[in-house]
């Protein structure tokens, strides 16, 4: 320990140089902004109250025909909600609002042709596309939408307050702008594609009690269809009301004044404190080294 007190105008040295590299290092990385929204599960269902369920208790057989709506549900709407938030259904329905993948791909884009530039070719290309089809894997010829859905499962964060049930959802890009409109988009398409599959499901269940109830004779089967038909009638005017359907926007998408990846102050401070210990280190090794050969 005497050893590197008496060098440590030597640690201090290198602990800036290491400050000065990791400083220069985060200003080389291409800056990114992170835009930020918060969300809430939407309580306020038409169906979503017990007496709405405790009401299809007697459907006894023709239950079935409720989708299970007398037993309490597993999977709430904003459970669905966030499970599809990166499936190619809704990536699909983004694409078509905002063409978000020829910003993502700048590279395969051709702006002023406004269209996809050829895919690239050359050995590499080649050999990548041979062993795509050795695979019997899809070969497209520029980016879609399930390119667009891996990149939301992987650069969109979601962070949980459990507490408050409060998720905040993030994404970054270089482009502020962009980041909020990809979070609003997100925010929108994934709500759409939901609410098409409720209004889907809710349609043929009231097709088929009405299928059901034509050939019904019995009273207490045709009472029981009648329910069915007026819970899932319910259902179609809540869903042709619109968003918020699943989510609630607590705060809707922002973003910092200033990029927030590199974080230039922790590269800094995490240089200077390498530059302390590496260098402390190498001293160890050299005072032990020397030390042997003086003995």
Known sequence: ????????????????IGALI????ASLIQKKYVAYMQLIPNTN????????????????????????????EKVTLFQQYMAIMASPEVAREMQRRGNFLSKLYPKSWDEKKHDWR??????????????????????????????????????VGIAED??????????ANKDP??????????????????????RDAARRRVKAANNELAKSTLSSNRNALTQIMVMFNLRMIEINVGPPYAAKILSDAEVSEFPTIPNVPLYTI??????????????AILALLHAGRVE
């Not at 320990?1 to 800036?16: E, G, H, S, V």
């Not at 695979?135 to 992987?154: C, D, G, V, W």
């Not at 459990?162 to 994404?171: G, H, L, P, R």
């Open 177 to 198: 702008v962009f980041a909020q409109k990809f979070l609003k988009a997100l925010y929108d398409s994934t709500e759409a594609v939901l609410l098409r599959r409720d």
């Open 270 to 283: 995490v240089g200077f404190v390498a530059g302390i210990f590496l260098t402390s280190f190498l001293l």
């Open 1 to 16: 320990m005497f050893a590197l007190w008496r060098k440590r105008r030597t640690i201090l040295l290198f602990a800036f």
């Open 45 to 72: 269902n038409a169906l979503g109250g017990s007496g709405a369920l405790d009401s299809l208790s007697s459907l006894g057989g023709l239950s079935e025909l409720a989708g299970g709506l007398n037993k309490p």
């Open 118 to 155: 050829p895919p690239p070719s050359g050995i590499l290309a080649d050999t990548k596309r041979a062993i795509k089809r050795l695979l019997n894997l899809p070969i497209p010829p520029h980016p879609t939408y399930e390119n667009l859905a891996k990149q939301i499962a992987e650069r």
């Open 22 to 25: 990791g400083f220069l290092t």
């Open 162 to 171: 459990k507490k408050a049930s409060i998720y905040t959802i993030s994404f």
